[in-house]
């Protein structure tokens, strides 16, 4: 599947409660780019192959059955996607994330959002997300391990494949640090890649 050159598409990603959506829709969103929820398209694929994504299982089943049909049954729509600038919030698979490099080549950049887990869990608690904070810190923090290690994701990898700055972004800081320094690095590569978003729009984002 071929792409335009004057397209770019940046993966958002991170652990849990990192605050990726908070950074997209207050800081990237207003520069032009559109927000693509990989949650929200795995489980409409999901839903129109019949499976429940409950649980790591039922991700395994997802990916089992994606994997037969091809590698565009996943890539395809965000291949197809019409936005210019496309943030992906939240990709996890290496292997999607490994094809969209190999197809958008410099057009594609990965940047990590990290923190402490015990900052995460605050935040989670904060927002009382239930399903993260019931069994406290200890098991939040095993379940954080689970993800890493499964090897039907390889997020670990996704991980490694951060490549906007020279090292994933501390956002154990607020939204409002954050924020302006995942948009400075953004800028920058796109201005590299002649792709720079309207200044006026820029410098309106909120600081």
Do not use: W
């Amino acid at each position: 599947m071929s792409f335009s050159h004057d397209r770019y598409i940046l993966n958002l990603t991170g652990e849990a409660n990192t605050g990726k959506s908070t950074v997209i829709n207050k800081y990237l969103r207003p520069i032009g780019f559109e927000p693509l929820s990989i949650s929200g398209l795995l489980s409409t694929l999901a839903a129109e192959r019949g499976i429940t994504l409950c649980g790591r299982d039922g991700y395994r089943a997802f990916h089992a059955s994606i994997c037969k049909e091809g590698p565009d049954a996943m890539i395809g729509p965000i291949m197809s996607h019409p936005a210019r600038l496309l943030v992906l919030d939240g990709l996890r698979k290496h292997t999607y994330a490994k094809t969209l490099q190999a197809s958008f080549g410099g057009n594609y950049n990965t940047c990590v959002l990290a923190c402490p887990r015990e900052v995460a869990y605050g935040r989670a608690v904060l927002a009382q997300k239930a399903k993260d904070v019931l069994s406290g810190l200890d098991a939040y923090s095993r379940e954080q391990d689970a993800e890493l290690a499964d090897g039907t994701m390889d997020f670990s990898r996704v991980l490694a494949m951060h490549d906007l700055t020279p090292y994933p972004i501390d956002a154990s800081r607020e939204s409002i640090v954050v924020g302006p320094e995942v948009v400075a690095a953004v800028v920058a590569r796109l201005q590299q890649l002649g792709l720079a978003p309207d200044a006026t729009a820029v410098n309106a984002n909120p600081h």
